[in-house]
């Protein structure tokens, strides 16, 4: 019998989900919970969460910026991660998924704010105070940012992830850029979207980073992610 790709796809995530991802009560209740509550099905897969967490791990960062919260799946990732080690800051613009997300973490055992604290509001107005914060030295700078909210601004936080991170060694990590680029025809077959800002190509023209794309397949698709280290 022959099987399709999709099928390979998915087979090979629930397996790769079975023995080594330990998804527990309070990251499976993130995902039921937040479609309960009528948040749509846009969460990291539980691969993509660990493997962002153990990132996190790998670089033993202290502060965690993620933008983009939904119902807190990848935080419980990244809190996980981070327990006894440091602190996650999440921003999201939209108040229920806000609401969902702080019920989804304390459900998770995680304290709020303490472990993780979940910031109302657009990024583009949020990223500008945690810089001032930054800058007049009550706040840690991030070792570790994130990126997962709206495409349109992807640069606009890359650019404002650079500034609010610690500097040489911090790292960047953009969700969904390869769907971005397919969907905006920055490659491939579609039309062009003249608005759309190619995040890939600006990347490589900044000298502050050093950075690269990763293709992914899996339950959620192809797809990839940039990651760039700051120099
Ligand atoms: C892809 S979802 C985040 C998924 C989450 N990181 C996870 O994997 O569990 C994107 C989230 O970004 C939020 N968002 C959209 N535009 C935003 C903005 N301008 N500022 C902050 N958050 C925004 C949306 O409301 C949504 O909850």
Redesign the pocket.
Same mark, same amino acid.
């Given at each position: 019998m022959s099987l399709k790709n999709t099928d390979n796809r998915n087979l090979v995530d629930a397996y790769v989900k079975k023995h080594l991802i330990n998804e527990d009560a309070g990251l499976e209740n993130a995902y039921t919970n937040s479609i309960k509550q009528g948040l749509p099905m846009? !969460?990291?897969s539980a691969s993509q969460?660990k493997f962002a967490s153990l990132l996190t791990t790998i670089g033993s960062a202290k502060n965690v910026l993620?933008? *983009?919260?939904?119902? *807190?799946?990848?935080?419980i990732w990244f809190a996980k991660a981070m327990k006894g080690r440091g602190k996650v800051t999440s921003?999201? !613009? !939209?108040p229920h998924?806000r609401e969902v997300a702080i019920n989804n973490l304390q459900a998770a055992g995680v304290q709020v704010p303490d472990e993780v604290d979940v910031l109302l509001? !657009?990024?583009?107005d949020v990223l500008p105070k945690l810089a001032d914060e930054i800058a007049r030295g009550v706040r840690e700078p991030f070792d570790f940012i994130f990126i997962?909210?709206?495409w349109p601004?992807q640069w606009n936080y890359f650019d404002f992830a650079v500034k609010v991170s610690k500097g040489n060694g911090a790292v960047i990590y953009i969700d969904n850029v390869v769907q971005e680029m397919l969907s905006s025809g920055i490659v491939g077959e579609n039309e062009r979207d003249e608005e759309a800002i190619d995040v890939v190509a600006k990347a490589g023209a900044d000298d502050r980073v050093d950075a690269v794309v990763m293709q992914t397949v899996g339950s959620k698709s192809h797809d990839g992610f940039l990651l760039a280290v700051v120099k």
């Amino acid at each position: 019998m022959s099987l399709k790709n999709t099928d390979n796809r998915n087979l090979v995530d629930a397996y790769v989900k079975k023995h080594l991802i330990n998804e527990d009560a309070g990251l499976e209740n993130a995902y039921t919970n937040s479609i309960k509550q009528g948040l749509p099905m846009i !969460a990291v897969s539980a691969s993509q969460g660990k493997f962002a967490s153990l990132l996190t791990t790998i670089g033993s960062a202290k502060n965690v910026l993620e933008i *983009g919260t939904l119902g *807190g799946y990848s935080t419980i990732w990244f809190a996980k991660a981070m327990k006894g080690r440091g602190k996650v800051t999440s921003i999201e !613009a !939209a108040p229920h998924h806000r609401e969902v997300a702080i019920n989804n973490l304390q459900a998770a055992g995680v304290q709020v704010p303490d472990e993780v604290d979940v910031l109302l509001g !657009a990024g583009l107005d949020v990223l500008p105070k945690l810089a001032d914060e930054i800058a007049r030295g009550v706040r840690e700078p991030f070792d570790f940012i994130f990126i997962d909210a709206d495409w349109p601004n992807q640069w606009n936080y890359f650019d404002f992830a650079v500034k609010v991170s610690k500097g040489n060694g911090a790292v960047i990590y953009i969700d969904n850029v390869v769907q971005e680029m397919l969907s905006s025809g920055i490659v491939g077959e579609n039309e062009r979207d003249e608005e759309a800002i190619d995040v890939v190509a600006k990347a490589g023209a900044d000298d502050r980073v050093d950075a690269v794309v990763m293709q992914t397949v899996g339950s959620k698709s192809h797809d990839g992610f940039l990651l760039a280290v700051v120099k």
